[in-house]
């Protein structure tokens, strides 16, 4: 199957209007798998509002990303980039022009350059504080001796938080599912190690003792783990009248 040839017959067939479309994903870096999708960014002068949708195209499920210039600079620095991900402006890096460059198409790739090297948002001293907490209790419930249904769900909820965490607090790009590992291993290939073997003990032997200690490498840097002395106030204006105290 010849993947541009399929994406151009994408674009002429329901993008009819579009300025170019951009090929991406597994297919283009030829890591595809037999549940792979094809990524495509159709780029038109102009649009209402940009599209996300999903669809079969002679067999081949697609997932498009419809934008124009100014709905693409949005989400690269206001959703991607404060989210740490850089999902959208990957796809247009790394991805195939069709059916040939533009200059819309070649200032979007410029755009996504720009913002991959830029790095994502900062965290704020307020979101590791969050997470510093967050993760704590978290390892609490793991040090427990939880139940073996439990222990998988904190596990699950402990792997991303550590992994997101250990790549935004060093000011790098952070990932979903898969990408999570890859983007760990990219960074710091001995700490990936680390991390990944720890949580095959504790999936594999119920043994929580290498994940926390994997934790605890990741907070230490940051203030360590966060219990007594935290203190936070909600918004005086989140209060209703539905319930009187004079009933």
């Known amino acids: 199957m010849n993947v541009q040839i399929l994406a151009n017959k994408i674009r002429t067939s329901r993008y009819p209007g579009a300025d170019s479309v951009i090929a991406a994903g597994s297919f283009i870096r030829g890591d595809s798998t037999s549940t792979s999708d094809l990524d495509l960014v159709v780029l038109f002068p102009h649009v209402e509002c940009a599209v996300r949708e999903s669809f079969v195209f002679e067999n081949l499920p697609v997932e498009a990303f419809i934008h124009d210039a100014e709905t693409l600079e949005y989400f690269f620095q206001s959703v991607d980039r404060p989210d740490g991900t850089c999902t959208l402006a990957q796809m247009v890096t790394e991805g195939v022009v069709l059916p040939a460059a533009t200059p819309l198409s070649t200032a979007a790739k410029d755009a996504a350059a720009s913002v991959i090297a830029g790095g994502p948002a900062q965290l704020s001293d307020s979101e590791v504080t969050n997470r510093r907490y967050a993760i704590t209790d978290l390892i609490d419930d793991l040090a427990g001796d939880p139940k073996r249904e439990e222990m998988t769900s904190i596990g699950v909820r402990l ?37 990944h073997s720890a949580f095959e003990e504790l999936w594999s032997s119920n043994a929580p003792v290498a994940v926390i200690r994997v934790s605890d490498e990741v907070l230490g840097p940051l203030g360590g783990r966060l219990f007594s002395g935290d203190r936070r106030e909600a918004p005086a204006s989140w209060r209703t009248s539905k319930i009187s105290s004079t009933d």
């Open 159 to 195: 792997h991303t938080a550590i992994a997101d965490l250990f790549l935004r607090s060093r000011k790098c790009w952070s990932g979903e599912g898969k990408w999570l590992a890859r983007r760990l291993v990219a960074e710091d290939a001995p700490f990936a190690q680390r991390f």
